[in-house]
């Protein structure tokens, strides 16, 4: 089950928000290693000589929020691995349990180019747990977990149970969580003992699940990801901007300043001071901070 301490997260409509607000400059820096780094794994695997030819290129993604990663990914692949799409109708089935991050994702794809129009999308509006004990078992090229698997109870048996039964042969996993090089590594122990919240989400590296890979025989590899997070509005007591940003890095609903009191506050000020630097663009002075994401690929090959 989805991890139930997770009250950050039942406010859909919020966190989208909020999520949007905190991950504002992410974009650019994702649509590259998506075409320099994850794109190029993928094709050098999947192109694999396979039994019998397949007229399907079957996408799992499991947990798109409003799909900002996907449409990435979708332009990428059409642009850049065209050789392994050829032939190939392109079926993509989104497992999301925030119905109104299904909408955004709807609205996306609906606003953007006509790429979009040769992807044929599946919308299913559950739990990947659930997902996985209801379905019968589907094969899929691909599967990936994007900045999903903190909020997944039983992370191991979720991953066992993709590879195992839903992913073809051949077939590779892509799992985005934080490098044990990110701010969320100090955030959180720095804080795990005050403010509780920032560790029933954010316990989790790149690490950790290639620690799963390796005890189940997997091949895999990581990447590092390097994007730099802007956090000027934070240093400007009562923004709504930077009060979104602590919201999501603290993964609280509420106030931070009324939620953490002043003491605690002026800690996490201290912290963001420590960890951010100072740099201009277009003449403005704004702070940023390191997030540096750890990719993990697994593989399955013929």
């Known amino acids: 089950m989805a991890n139930k301490d ?15 607000i905190f991950a504002r400059n992410r974009s650019d820096q994702q649509k590259v290693w998506i075409e320099k780094d994850v794109v190029p794994k993928l094709q050098d695997v999947l192109s694999q000589a396979v039994p019998k030819p397949k007229f399907e290129f079957k996408i799992l993604a499991v947990g798109s929020n409003a799909g900002s990663f996907d449409c990435l990914l979708i332009k990428a692949l059409f642009s850049h691995a065209k050789e392994l799409l050829q032939g190939k109708k392109v079926v993509y089935t989104v497992v999301e349990p925030n119905t109104a991050a299904i909408e955004d994702f709807k609205h996306n794809i609906a606003s953007q180019d006509d790429i979009f129009q040769k992807v044929k999308f599946n919308w299913v509006n559950q739990h990947i747990e659930e997902f996985l004990e209801a379905k019968e078992p589907e094969q899929y090229d691909l599967v990936h977990f994007i900045y999903v698997l ?18 073809a042969r051949p077939g590779c996993i892509v799992a985005a969580v934080a490098s044990e090089k990110c701010i969320w590594v100090p955030l959180v122990e720095s804080f795990k003992e005050k403010i509780p919240s920032v560790v029933l989400i954010n316990n989790l590296t790149n690490i950790e699940i290639s620690e799963t890979c390796k005890r ?87």
């Open 6 to 20: 997770s009250k950050f997260v039942e406010n859909h409509e919020e966190y989208n928000a909020v999520f949007h």
């Open 150 to 167: 903190y909020y997944v109870e039983n992370r191991e048996e979720i991953l066992k149970s993709v590879y195992e039964t839903f992913l």
């Open 216 to 302: 189940n025989g997997w091949a895999y590899e990581t990447l590092d990801a390097k994007q730099d997070l802007e956090v000027t509005e934070v240093f400007y007591e009562g923004d709504p901007v930077g009060q979104a940003i602590l919201k999501f890095f603290l993964h609280i609903n509420e106030d931070p300043k009324e939620k953490l009191g002043k003491e605690i506050m002026s800690e996490v000020m201290e912290f963001f001071g420590r960890m951010s630097w100072e740099e201009k663009k277009d003449g403005k002075k704004r702070r940023l901070v390191k997030e540096e994401e750890g990719i993990l690929l697994t593989y399955k090959r013929s």
